[in-house]
């Protein structure tokens, strides 16, 4: 088959393309009776085959004009790499030398500044700026033959244009190529609507979770949904959860998508809703006795118990908040329950589950690297690994964020919002709609990690009201903490927590920690959180590594053993009128705690038995006088 191709006018080649390195030169290849493949050459070894996934087979745009004039090769192409260039081929569009209406309204509508004839003189290429596909598309649009490429492919130029201006963004570029996909596929027969097996929904889900077309194939998954009586929010539900199981790039495709589906389901509903029956009456209604399961008392005792966060504070699921005054130190105990919750280690003396943890901190931002600093110094350990930072805007007001926050997010993880009203700076919280938005959200959030939101939050003007804004927030909350301050000492109690410690009340101190100067020479300083009462050990009277490992070790020891006191030391305690620790401590035997120590490496390898025992003595005298520790009659806690 004999073919003639037009010869390329490379003076007329789009200036962005010739500054890049991605060219080669190309030669019409086949038998006579075939049609030519257009096999693509390396400038600099024109006899060497070039490949669009090799960079070392292109070369400059110089390289390849100068090979395709010394070799005479039969044209020039671009190699297609995914930075934005894309590339727009119309086959069979040009009839006796003249464009078809379609062809040229097609590319104005995508406005595309760079068209020219294929070198087959029989169709039209365009070039332009596009995010990159996930894959290439070729297939049948209104009647084109039409194939889109952005990545992993070259294209041929000939210069012969119809329209030569600066390369423009290809407007509409991805919705065409999901067109142009969904068009391929085997249109589904008519029982395929429905929610079954059937090859119908199989072949929809696949479409979602390869990439190779969202909007249809979500659109017709929602209407089946609907059809069949699912609830819309049941749907919403499903389609997103197909959605984040997609295997293509969570790109702004991507994005655009996920966010349309409470609207494609909306849609759905106002289209294919089962017809509403009147309620039937109560004569009409035949009961059915074994629908509920009755449980009895051996049956309730054997329900599973409720899971703490914090025992008695928080729960593992569920949305809690921290609310206080300016100045009561809310966030600061905030962030020290998120460093214990991210370490697994006691809160004021009540046990911690360990998780992960992500703090938002949206308001005095720039302060949280130094109230860092001032922990990891003060506690003698570095941050836990499971606690991370979030420090850019994020707002509770805008559906995106809220996603973006719950994918970053582990399952079953917490996640404190510092403050509820930098997340929702222009709601009305005393707004039951704005308030309600916010919950929503909050909510959202909540189901998605399947574990604990946290809001930091403030009071109003008469701080006995409680949390700042309309009622529907308290009433919410699984978990509130109240945060006080008189003078220099403040106090937290649990406001509400179901079937928890309600009106549990601890006070505690924001004691200032020196971390140095800055580059000026001033002071940088900070403060942590500490309950009131204890002596605090500042910078001369920092732990010792063997006295610091006692310290964890007791910690440990009481997480995952300790007791509560027995009841001859708080009868002792009450008859002598005094009472040496905090309602809810935990404490285990002296002997636990030594046995601990020795086997925790405290003293190097090698060390005798009796080097052991007088480091393990060393450190306990030291905890013991600091205060950092309690002692009476063979048991010990952590003061």
């Avoid at 979500?218 to 199981?245: F, H, P």
């Avoid at 029956?277 to 059915?288: D, F, K, M, Q, R």
């Avoid at 000492?489 to 140095?516: N, Y």
């Amino acid at each position: 088959m004999s073919t003639q191709f037009l010869s390329p006018v490379i003076s007329k080649f789009p200036a962005e393309l010739k500054a890049l390195p991605r060219w080669v030169t190309w030669s019409a290849e086949g038998g006579k009776d075939e049609k030519p493949r257009k096999v693509p050459r390396c400038p600099k070894a024109p006899q060497r085959n070039a490949s669009s996934t090799d960079p070392t087979t292109w070369g400059t745009f110089e390289e390849a004009a100068a090979a395709y004039q010394l070799h005479g090769h039969t044209g020039l192409g671009f190699v297609l790499n995914g930075d934005g260039i894309s590339g727009v081929d119309i086959d069979h569009c040009i009839k006796e030398g003249t464009p078809e209406p379609a062809a040229i309204e097609l590319l104005s509508s995508m406005n595309a500044r760079y068209i020219e004839v294929s070198p087959s003189g029989t169709g039209l290429r365009a070039f332009g700026i596009s995010k990159p596909l996930n894959k290439g598309a070729k297939g049948k649009c209104d009647g084109l033959d039409l194939e889109l490429y952005s990545n992993g492919r070259y294209l041929t130029l000939t210069g012969q244009t119809l329209l030569n201006e600066p390369l423009m963004e290809l407007e509409g570029f991805h919705e065409l190529a999901e067109k142009i996909q969904y068009s391929r596929l085997k249109p589904l027969k008519e029982s395929d609507t429905h929610l079954t097996a059937s090859i119908g929904m199989e072949e929809l889900v696949r479409r979602v979770h390869s990439g190779d077309v969202f909007h249809d194939s979500l659109r017709d998954i929602a209407a089946s949904m609907i059809a069949n009586g699912t609830k819309e929010k049941a749907a919403t539900d499903y389609i997103r959860a197909l959605m984040k199981c997609s295997e293509a790039p969570k790109d702004d495709r991507w994005r655009t998508r996920f966010n349309e589906i409470p609207e494609l389901v909306k849609s759905a509903v106002r289209k294919f809703s089962p017809a509403q029956h009147s309620l039937p009456t109560y004569t009409e209604i035949v009961g059915n006795p074994g629908r509920y399961k009755l449980l009895d008392g051996v049956a309730l005792a054997a329900l599973p118990p409720i899971q703490w966060r914090v025992k008695g504070i928080l729960p593992a699921t569920g949305l809690a908040a921290i609310y206080g005054p300016s100045g009561s130190g809310k966030s600061f105990l905030g962030f020290d329950l998120a460093a214990s919750i991210a370490e697994g280690s006691l809160w004021f003396n009540k046990r911690v589950e360990h998780g992960e943890v992500i703090y938002a901190a949206l308001e005095g931002e720039s302060g949280f690297k130094l109230r860092a600093q001032a922990w990891v110094q003060r506690r003698g350990r570095p941050l836990p690994p499971s606690l991370k930072m979030l420090l850019e805007p994020f707002k509770l007001s805008i559906r995106q964020d809220v996603a973006d926050l719950a994918a970053a997010a582990i399952k079953q993880s917490v996640v404190f919002i510092d403050t509820l009203n930098r997340a929702a700076p222009t709601a009305d919280e005393n707004s039951s709609k704005d308030m309600g938005e916010i919950l929503e959200a909050a909510k959202y959030l909540q189901a998605e990690i399947n574990g604990l939101v946290v809001l930091v939050h403030h009071t109003g003007k008469d701080t006995s009201k409680g949390a700042r804004g309309h009622s529907s927030l308290f009433a919410a909350l699984d978990s509130a903490i109240e945060v006080s301050r008189s003078d220099s000492v403040r106090s937290w109690k649990v406001a509400k927590s179901k079937d928890g410690e309600d009106g549990s009340s601890h006070t505690f101190i924001l004691d200032i920690e020196d971390l140095g100067h800055d580059t000026y020479g001033d002071t940088l300083t900070s403060c942590v959180v500490e309950p009131a009462g204890i002596v605090q050990h500042k910078k001369k009277q920092k732990l010792g590594a063997a006295t610091l490992t006692a310290l964890r070790t007791l910690e440990d020891l009481i997480n995952f053993e300790g007791i509560t006191p027995p009841k001859a030391i708080l009868d002792h305690w009450a008859q002598i009128g005094e009472a040496r620790m905090e309602q809810g401590t935990r404490l285990i035997h002296e002997e636990r705690w030594r046995l601990g120590c020795m086997k925790s490496g405290m003293t190097e390898a090698g060390a005798t038995e009796d080097s052991k025992r007088r480091s393990f003595s060393r450190a306990r005298m030291s905890l013991l006088e600091l205060k950092r520790v309690g002692c009476f009659d063979g048991y010990v806690w952590i003061s």
